[in-house]
Each structure stands twice: as structure tokens, then as C-alpha cells.
């Protein structure tokens, strides 16, 4: 068995002092962040050549890090090895009296096979065994694998995961001149892989975003908040709408939602002065409203006026057989009765460094919404580009309304974005808030920025 270093997971009790070991003095870059909900914990990746280190942040005082930390202090926390045959790896530790977590290899994320070896047996270290393959159980395996490990005895573990698998539920802030970016998440969502990439064929998107059992695929909801000479939120997730069956088809989950990272942000919704929205399905608009104490449902952010495309205004409300499952009219009514509207029919600024620019394609009025100050670009794209996966010009949303309007828009986007180096913020990936577009051994990619 010949075994290769993938990670080191590091556990923390200060992040901000470990960064600054890390980070600053010995020159590692953060590469990306995310929060597993269900394990209480945020991983902090730092590449080290063909490895890396998590750096893992409790965050509940009765997670199993926190429970780690407490029993045991800062530290090593568990390391994967990556091995030919995993399967074959188990056997022959079995054969040497080694005690195993996992008797048999099973799924993990980007399609590996990956088993636990109890620290017992590895002097006081718990060791992840990982082997690459095809098809993989994504966000939710990770979860479902760190809690069984903790059930067995052992601290909660988080592994790093691809861009298609996992993401960051706490807000993540940018400066952009005179402006600051703030990327919030409004929880999770699910919806058909096959609607979500379109023509291109399973055996290719499940490689980059892997589905459960219903074929679903797990994507965040990522408004962002633009704080300038006004308070701007751009998009607001799904809000509370649905009822038990809705929630049960999409699979919603806002264990952490809007409410909890505006908090985090030190923002409240009295703070916001305009809602823009890039369009008004209801996993970008549902949460312009909420129900009040009286079970009416009322604009959300109660100083806001709301931005809207007057033409998506109109889909909204006049559906028809193709789009009418992705509007929920009755929860955008209010903002009309509220007298909180404000259409727009054309290109423009809407509040100084921020102009919304149509795209169509996904709906025949989506815009995506361009920052600049000081001769920085950034861009909320919107849902021509929902996610890393789609970067790519023919990984087109089966939902799109008008997909050949999306190529289009999505190709002059691309070439701009990279031209500009713009910052660009992606509504639904679950792993990259935001990232700028560049070649990398002559591909094409979305390389992570982590915010502060």
C-alpha cells in the first residue's frame, strides 16, 4: 500500500491567530472557506504544494470540534491519505490488528472512496483513507460522514471539497475602492441535475456536482449586499416562502439563513435602502417579503424601495405553463401594495458604481448587476452563470427560458469579466461566493477569492 498526503486537518481555537501564522508569516494563501451546518464547524483551506491544510473553526460550543478543542486544546485533528485501492488498504490494516471506523470503503466527495482509521491505531491520530473515483455524495455525504465519525468516538471531521460540493454559510466581506462588498447566504436549496446543466449529459455534470438520490443537486443562495454612498441588497434568497411539500421537492435548508448572516454582518434590515433584484424567481425574490405578526406577508426590508425589471415585473405575474413553477406571485403583490416598487425598463445606474445590464436568456428581462469604484470591476452575474460548473459556454440551465440568448450573453460576459478582472460573485455555487475568471494550465477557470 503506498499512501499519499492529500490534507492536514488542523483544529483551532483563534482563527485570526492561526491566519496569522499561517497566513501572513509563512505566506499560505487561503484558497477558500466553507461551513458544514450540520457539524457545527467552518474549514479554512490553505494549499501547501499537492496538499493542503483545514484550518477547522468550531462554531457552536457543542460541536464536535469545540467538544475536540475542549478535551484536547488547538491542533492536529486528522490527516488523509490518499491510496491506490482503499478497499484493499483496509484489509490488509485489518490483517495487522488495526481498528477500524469504517469496515468497508464507501462514498465521499468528487466521486472518492474513503474509510476512518481509529486513532487507537495510529497513535492518537485520526486518520482518513481516500481513494479517487467517479460519482460522489457531495455536500451532504460529508456531513452525514463527519457526524457517523463523531458517533464513533472521534471528533467531527470536514473535508475539503471541490467548488461543485460545498460552500461557505457565513458572510464574507470585500472592498472594491470606495465600496464594500458583502456576500450573505440564505441557506440551501436543491434542484434536478439534468435542469441544471441542460444538454450537457450526466456522466459528465455528475463529476462536478454530485445528486442524491432523487437526482437533485445542492446549490446556496448567495444575495450580496453593496454598502457605498447607500445600502444595497442585491437578491434575498428564498426567504421563508413554501409550504411542507414545496420544501420537500427543492429541499430547503436554512438551518443558517439570511436573518443569521445579516446579523453576522452587523446589518439589519431597517440598514438596507434598496432591493434590486437580477429577476423574481422565488429562489432570488421570496425573501423581499415575510409574514408579519398578523400572518400577512409585508416587505422584508421595511425602508427598501425595490428595484425591478418592468418587463420581469409582468412574467412575474402573467405565467404561463413553462415558468409558473419558478414565481410565486402572491409573496412579490405586497412590494406593489406596500408602494415600496420601483420599475426600470433600461440599462442604468441605480445607485453610483452599481448599473444593472440586461442579459435575457434565463428570463427574457434577467440582468446582471456591474460594481466599479476606483477602477475596480465586480459583477453579481446572476443566473447565467449560477455556479462554477457553468462556466463553460455550453453548460447551459435546461430551466433557461431562452438558451441561445444565454450563450450569448454568458460568452460577452466571460471575455469582459476576465478582460476587467472583474470579482465575480456567483448567486448559487455552494462552495465559491466569489472568484475571478483566468486561464490556468491553458484552461479556463474561476479562481476562489476569499473575503475577510
Given at each position: 500500500m503506498k499512501a499519499v498526503l492529500d490534507h492536514v486537518g488542523i483544529a483551532v481555537r483563534d482563527l485570526q491567530s492561526a491566519l496569522a501564522f499561517y497566513r501572513d508569516a509563512l505566506g499560505l494563501e487561503v484558497e477558500a472557506s466553507e461551513e458544514v451546518v450540520s457539524q457545527r464547524v467552518r474549514a479554512h483551506f490553505l494549499p501547501v504544494g499537492e496538499s493542503s491544510l483545514e484550518l477547522l473553526e468550531a462554531t457552536a460550543p457543542d460541536s464536535p470540534i469545540a467538544q475536540y478543542l475542549e478535551k484536547r486544546g488547538p491542533g492536529l485533528h486528522h490527516i488523509t491519505l490518499r491510496v491506490d485501492d482503499v478497499a484493499a488498504a483496509l484489509s490488509q490494516l485489518k490483517a495487522r490488528g488495526a481498528k477500524l471506523i469504517d469496515e468497508h470503503p464507501r462514498r465521499g466527495a468528487e466521486g472518492a472512496w474513503i474509510a476512518?482509521?481509529?486513532?487507537?491505531?495510529?497513535?492518537?491520530?485520526?486518520?482518513?483513507?481516500?481513494?479517487?473515483?467517479?460519482?460522489?455524495?457531495?455536500?451532504?455525504?460529508?456531513?452525514?460522514?463527519?457526524?457517523r465519525a463523531g458517533e464513533a468516538g472521534v471528533a467531527g471531521v470536514v473535508q475539503r471539497f471541490s467548488p461543485a460540493h460545498a460552500g461557505p454559510v457565513v458572510h464574507s466581506r470585500y472592498t472594491l475602492g470606495d465600496l464594500e462588498l458583502i456576500s450573505l447566504h440564505d441557506g440551501f436549496f436543491h434542484l434536478d441535475g439534468g435542469a441544471m446543466f441542460g444538454i450537457v449529459p450526466k456522466p459528465l455534470w455528475e463529476h462536478k456536482a454530485a445528486c442524491d438520490a432523487r437526482n437533485r443537486i445542492a446549490l446556496a443562495m448567495r444575495p450580496l449586499v453593496v454598502r457605498g454612498v447607500r445600502t444595497m441588497m442585491i437578491d434575498a434568497g428564498i426567504g421563508d416562502q413554501g409550504d411542507a411539500k414545496f420544501r420537500d421537492i427543492y429541499g430547503v435548508d436554512r438551518a443558517r439563513n439570511l436573518d443569521h448572516t445579516l446579523a453576522d454582518a452587523g446589518l439589519t434590515p431597517d440598514a438596507i435602502d434598496i432591493v434590486l433584484a437580477t429577476h423574481l424567481h422565488f429562489d432570488h425574490a421570496g425573501g423581499f417579503t415575510r409574514l408579519d405578526a398578523d400572518g400577512r406577508l409585508r416587505p422584508r426590508f421595511p425602508r427598501a424601495r425595490y428595484v425591478v425589471r418592468r418587463g420581469e415585473w409582468e412574467d412575474a405575474l402573467h405565467t404561463h405553463e413553462r415558468n409558473r413553477a419558478s414565481y410565486l406571485s402572491d409573496a412579490l403583490l405586497p412590494l406593489a401594495d406596500a408602494g415600496v416598487l420601483e420599475m426600470v425598463d433600461d440599462d442604468q445606474t441605480i445607485m453610483p458604481g452599481v448599473r444593472v445590464r440586461r442579459t435575457g436568456g434565463h428570463t427574457m428581462h434577467h440582468q446582471s448587476v456591474w460594481i466599479e469604484s476606483q477602477g475596480q470591476h465586480a459583477v453579481y452575474v446572476g443566473?447565467?452563470?449560477?455556479?462554477?460548473?457553468?462556466?463553460?459556454?455550453?453548460?447551459?440551465?435546461?430551466?433557461?427560458?431562452?438558451?441561445?440568448?444565454?450563450?450569448?450573453?454568458?460568452?460577452?460576459?466571460?471575455?469582459?469579466?476576465?478582460?476587467?478582472?472583474?470579482?465575480?460573485?456567483?448567486?448559487?455555487?455552494?462552495?465559491?461566493?466569489?472568484?475571478?475568471?483566468?486561464?490556468?494550465?491553458?484552461?479556463?477557470?474561476?479562481?476562489?477569492?476569499?473575503?475577510?
Open positions: 476512518f482509521v481509529h486513532p487507537s491505531s495510529a497513535h492518537g491520530v485520526l486518520v482518513e483513507l481516500k481513494q479517487a473515483g467517479a460519482g460522489g455524495a457531495g455536500r451532504a455525504g460529508e456531513a452525514d460522514r463527519a457526524g443566473d447565467i452563470m449560477p455556479t462554477t460548473a457553468h462556466l463553460g459556454a455550453p453548460w447551459i440551465m435546461g430551466i433557461d427560458l431562452y438558451p441561445v440568448d444565454t450563450l450569448t450573453a454568458k460568452k460577452a460576459f466571460v471575455k469582459e469579466a476576465e478582460e476587467r478582472q472583474a470579482l465575480v460573485f456567483l448567486p448559487h455555487d455552494p462552495m465559491l461566493a466569489a472568484g475571478r475568471i483566468g486561464e490556468h494550465n491553458g484552461r479556463r477557470q474561476i479562481v476562489a477569492q476569499a473575503g475577510g
